[in-house]
Nanobody
Framework: QVRLAESGGGLVQAGGSLRLSCAAS????????MTWWRQAPGKQRELVAN???????VIADSVKDRFTASRDDAKNTLYLQMDSLVPEGSGRYYC???????????????WGQGTQVTVSA
């Protein structure tokens, strides 16, 4: 079993920064793709960034100049550094990880509870 816990959200003024963390706990110790999603009120959940084991990273075009994703595989933790935040970046941020089970089956972790980010104008 594996669980994810997001943290680091909060209230920040436009132009400010936040660093989100997503830590995995449980029996899985190696993850392939780690992903950040954002859900704003009344909108569909959107992909913000994902990090592939080995270094490849994808950042959404809307944030690629301001957000940076990184990971610490020794800690099974994914980070999201968010700079120059704008009000449109408000929402609940979730993470989800993929891993391989029994050598050949790709599994996805349960979603965490998310962490709320609110950017004031």
């Amino acid at each position: 079993q594996v669980r994810l816990a997001e943290s680091g959200g909060g209230l920040v003024q436009a132009g400010g920064s936040l660093r989100l963390s997503c830590a995995a706990s449980g029996s899985v110790t190696r993850f392939n793709v780690m992903t950040w999603w954002r859900q704003a009120p009344g909108k569909q959940r959107e992909l913000v960034a994902n990090s592939h084991h080995g270094g490849h990273m994808v950042i959404a075009d809307s944030v690629k100049d301001r957000f940076t994703a990184s990971r610490d595989d020794a800690k099974n933790t994914l980070y999201l550094q968010m700079d120059s935040l704008v009000p449109e970046g408000s929402g609940r941020y979730y993470c989800v990880f993929d891993y391989v089970e029994n050598g050949n089956t790709i599994r996805t972790t349960p979603w965490g509870q998310g962490t709320q980010v609110t950017v004031s104008a």
